[in-house]
């Protein structure tokens, strides 16, 4: 699981990336909880959803929003870490360019910012949700949701 740094719209972004040698792995990025209270990487949830879809042959993306841990910038408020969400998406794309399926996840304000991205981006597959705020953020851009999920 090697550390890396991604350059994001805000400076850098502190990441870990499991790496599949198969080309056509799938990818799957996972995106943490709300950095304002305490919601990083390294979170519980969100290291075992990586090991998951590690275990299951795919190619891993986690990585801290701006302001968090060693990432760079500071709290936008949902825009901010959205565009960072997009450039981790695009650095795993370019990582794994012949990926047969993309999926993403996210953990509570990570769940939000994964749905914005997968309305905007019609190549994510699929997606995992783990406690969705929608009683925190409006979730009715998803209607009708493009993808299957959990």
């Not at 890396?4 to 502190?14: H, M, Q, S, T, V």
């Not at 960072?84 to 509570?108: E, F, R, Y």
């Amino acid at each position: 699981m090697p550390e890396l740094i991604i350059n994001g719209p805000g400076g850098r972004l502190e990441a870990r990336y499991h790496h599949e040698s198969n080309a056509d792995s799938p990818i799957a990025l996972i995106l943490h909880p709300h950095p304002q209270f305490g919601g990083t990487m390294n979170n519980q949830v969100v290291y075992n959803l990586y090991h998951t879809f590690a275990a299951r042959g795919f190619s891993v993306l986690r990585f801290n929003f701006r302001g968090v841990g060693r990432s760079q910038g500071v709290w936008d408020g949902g825009p901010g870490e959205l565009a960072d969400a997009a450039s981790a998406l695009d650095w795993l794309q370019l990582v794994k360019p012949d990926a047969k399926t993309c999926w993403i996840a996210g953990v509570s304000f990570g769940t939000w910012i994964a749905m914005q991205l997968l309305m905007r981006r019609p190549e994510v597959d699929g997606f995992i949700c783990v406690a969705p705020p929608s009683n925190l953020y409006d979730f009715s851009f998803l209607a009708p949701c493009p993808s299957s999920g959990l």
